[in-house]
């Protein structure tokens, strides 16, 4: 059965999630720490991800809306990611030492 995560995007700066050219991805963010794993490590191919403004209008996007909802599609590493040249224009804006880290994913939606 797949699974449903959810979290609020305090901010919507366009690439995190990044939805263009026929893709949402989440990559670099909503990483856990060394004693709780987050979504890009929980979340698997068939479950949905949802990302909700938060209450305050200041400071955070969508302000109690649906921001965005994505289907897991691939769940790629950081490393290929990074080779991959579907996603060469997402990945330049990621940190390519992070790539080598363990536990650090993209998810991937297509949406066309």
């Not at 709780?36 to 302000?63: F, M, Q, Y």
């Not at 590493?77 to 040249?85: K, V």
Request: charged fraction near 20%.
């Amino acid at each position: 059965m797949p699974g449903l995560f959810s979290y609020v995007v305090q901010h919507d700066l366009g690439w995190a999630p990044n939805p263009s050219d026929g893709f949402c991805t989440l990559a670099k963010c909503k990483y856990g720490s060394a004693r709780k794993r987050n979504i890009v490590e929980l979340a698997e191919v068939g479950d949905w991800i949802s990302g909700t403004g938060g209450a305050d209008p200041r400071v955070s996007a969508g302000h109690g809306r649906l921001v965005y909802a994505m289907r897991v599609d691939e769940k790629l590493t950081l490393a290929q990611y990074h080779a991959d040249p579907r996603f060469a224009v997402r990945a330049a804006g990621n940190e390519a030492s992070d790539a080598q880290l363990p536990r650090r994913y993209a998810l991937v939606c297509q949406t066309a």
